[in-house]
């Protein structure tokens, strides 16, 4: 649907199914417990099989804002990364911040583990009910600013669960790097 190059990586925005695709690592839009949940926490976590849970056991849960790692078992993908995104109150409860700490500890993430390309979700935009064009923005800003201390990090997915989020996803990275010839 769109792609923009900045720097070295190549950031991309499409309608698809996470679990479906062959990446380094997906994000997992995860709830505290880290033990799966409704929308793409329960898909990725169905997808994975249950070696996933049972891994994720051993990491104790995870703060709002904050993401940790494990292997992908049964997806496409080699790793998910969990981060988990705040719920909407409204804006005033520190909402954006948390949100960008997701994509950005998740970029950080792939460059400690040598990672190259990483899908992320809209996070928080389901069941959490962020204002999508906001935490869009958000997305792309972030991870966009992320990307200057992240050298192994060459491709980055923003994938998609409506037309209208890609929409959305891409309307912002319009406004970044140089468009990719398809």
Request: charged content about 20%; aromatic content about 4%.
């Amino acid at each position: 649907m769109a792609a923009r190059q900045i720097g070295t990586a190549r950031l991309e925005v499409i309608v698809a199914d996470i679990t479906t695709l062959r990446v380094d690592a997906v994000v997992n839009a995860a709830n505290t417990s880290l033990l799966g949940g409704g929308g793409v926490d329960g898909a990725i976590h169905r997808a994975a099989g249950p070696e996933l849970l049972a891994e994720c056991r051993t990491l104790h849960g995870c703060a709002t804002g904050d993401a940790k790692i494990t292997r992908g078992y049964r997806l496409p993908a080699r790793h998910v990364i969990h981060a988990v995104g705040p719920v909407w109150h409204g804006g005033s409860q520190g909402e954006d911040a948390a949100l960008a700490s997701c994509y950005a500890r998740a970029i950080e993430l792939c460059q400690s583990h040598h990672l190259a390309s990483v899908a992320f979700p809209a996070i928080s935009t389901g069941i959490y009910r962020f204002p999508a064009d906001r935490a869009a923005r958000i997305a792309a800003s972030t991870t966009v600013d992320a990307l200057a201390a992240a050298p192994a990090v060459t491709r980055v997915i923003f994938c998609c669960f409506s037309n209208d989020s890609a929409r959305l996803h891409a309307e912002v990275l319009d406004e970044f790097g140089n468009p990719c010839a398809d």
